[in-house]
């Protein structure tokens, strides 16, 4: 019979072993330190390398002291990423209860390659897939793949779409390969991550064929040059669009894309690492009209979501494709007997970490109201601090607040774009951490709010110091 946990609390906590305890004891430090620890390291990288390296030991040491000793080791060299002033990239922290889920999956050491090795985790990925559908309004019946990021996610959808396109062209590109095969052609924003470029290189269509739709200033795709472009090209095509740019927040306009790709037979991929959690928002929804006509979707649990690394999601609007490009079959891979999940079938990986848990264990504690909420108060935080920063002489918010980036130039009491000195001095400072970005041919601070611990007097006392740092700079 399994045991009731009220009834055996106490005895569990005893007989874990113990560097299970030592990692509590650490995270009892760490996590509520993330609220004041400054926001920078010191530690060089040979020196991090020497407390940590030596040689090889010969013998074994006690796990116990493995993890003491890991911790206080690495501990100068830890940056405060997932803590609330940490505006660099787009970096989400983790809910205290997307690390316990995490730890969880590391306790249950499940491989959640096939529903017969762990019909638990099958469950849970089926159950969270329908949730994602559901909270961001995509196509109930599209598949989704738990990856391990947004580049990934990118070259899921991309696969399927290479799958699909080629195969409308009577081309079966899973057997025959590229060699011979039609030219693929990709159409993609000039405002692109740079993941795209990186999965057509993986998936041999070739970064340098990608052909560059124009963008608006904020860094939307430019229907009307799509349209044009796609009237001048023909034979297969995958259309790359963007929800959320990662400068500006801004989204491609996807009604007039998603029309004008269809009617040239184009199979349209979103790359929404965070910004297609704009769905998730009533108040946001706006932004991401017409996103649930594409034919796949990447986004991410890391950054937004704030679940601990590493979780990308691919979905795409056809199953077939999407198994098609990433599944694998040998005679002792059991397939599932009656439609439960296998999720290797969607994934670039046979073995995995059963990446669905943490997003489940947050989608579970926050709830539909809890996601709007969250988008909405980064949304708002990010308001704040271009209302705070704008306020100061020479210093100019270079994008439309949408979402929950922000773009912000420094200039010299003399007119001279200062901003590299500025985020030098921002991130020797250590109250918060932003970092440098190009907008226009010229250098500029972004700054992302997407922590859920993050309030208004981390977004205070951050602007504070930005400004305190550029008026010492001037
Ligand atoms: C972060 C990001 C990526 C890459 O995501 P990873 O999770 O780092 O793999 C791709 N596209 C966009 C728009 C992003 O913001």
């Not at 795209?196 to 608006?216: F, M, N, Y």
């Not at 190009?438 to 992302?448: D, L, N, T």
Request: with cysteine.
């Amino acid at each position: 019979m399994t045991p009731g946990i009220c009834e055996t609390a106490g005895a569990v906590t005893d007989s874990l072993p113990a560097p299970l305890l030592r990692a509590v004891d650490h995270a009892r430090g760490f996590l509520p330190s993330l609220r004041d620890r400054p926001v920078t390291v010191d530690a060089t990288f040979a020196a991090l390398v020497s407390a940590l390296g030596g040689p090889l030991p010969e013998s074994g040491d006690e796990p116990a002291h493995v993890i003491d000793d890991l911790a206080a080791t690495a501990l100068p060299g830890l940056m405060a990423t997932a803590g609330p002033r940490y505006f660099g990239f787009v970096t989400g922290g983790s809910y205290p209860v997307a690390v316990a889920a995490d730890w969880l999956v590391s306790t249950w050491d499940q491989n959640a390659a096939l529903h017969v090795m762990s019909p638990a985790m099958s469950a849970i990925e089926a159950v969270t897939s329908h949730w994602i559908l559901d909270v961001l309004d995509l196509p109930r019946d599209a598949s989704v793949a738990f990856v391990t990021g947004a580049h990934m996610a990118n070259v899921t959808g991309l696969a399927a779409a290479r799958d699909e396109v080629l195969r409308r062209h009577g081309w079966d590109v899973e057997s025959r390969g590229l060699q011979g095969a039609p030219t693929v052609t990709v159409l993609a924003g000039a405002d692109a991550h740079s993941s795209i470029a990186a999965a057509t290189r993986l998936l041999g269509l070739g970064a340098d064929r990608i052909i560059c739709v124009p963008s608006d200033d904020q860094g939307r795709m430019r229907a009307d040059a799509l349209a044009l472009l796609l009237s001048s090209s023909a034979g297969p095509r995958i259309v790359c669009a963007q929800a959320g740019n990662v400068n500006t927040g801004a989204c491609d306009p996807f009604v007039p894309i998603a029309s004008a790709a269809r009617a040239h037979g184009a199979w349209l991929h979103v790359d929404g690492a965070f910004g297609l959690w704009a769905a998730a928002s009533p108040a946001r929804r706006h932004l991401v009209d017409g996103v649930a006509l594409a034919d796949s979707w990447t986004t991410d649990g890391h950054k937004w979501l704030n679940v601990p690394y590493d979780s990308g999601i691919a979905i795409v609007a056809h199953p077939s494709a999407h198994r098609a490009a990433m599944s694998q079959s040998a005679v002792y891979l059991t397939p599932a007997a009656n439609a439960e999940r296998d999720g290797m079938d969607w994934t670039p990986e046979a073995s995995r970490r059963a990446r669905a848990v943490p997003i489940y264990a947050v989608f579970r504690a926050l709830g539909r109201s809890g996601l709007a909420e969250l988008v909405d108060r980064c949304c708002r935080l990010a308001s704040r601090m271009a209302e705070k920063l704008r306020s100061a002489e020479g210093v100019r918010v270079l994008n439309d607040i949408v979402l929950n980036q922000v773009l912000v130039r420094f200039d010299s009491a003399d007119g001279a774009n200062v901003t590299p000195a500025v985020i030098a001095g921002v991130q020797r400072e250590g109250t918060c951490w932003c970092g440098p970005t190009g907008w226009q041919g010229e250098p500029a601070m972004r700054i992302s709010v997407s922590n859920w611990q993050t309030s208004e007097q981390d977004v205070d006392r951050s602007a504070d110091a930005i400004m305190g740092v550029h008026s010492r700079t001037r």
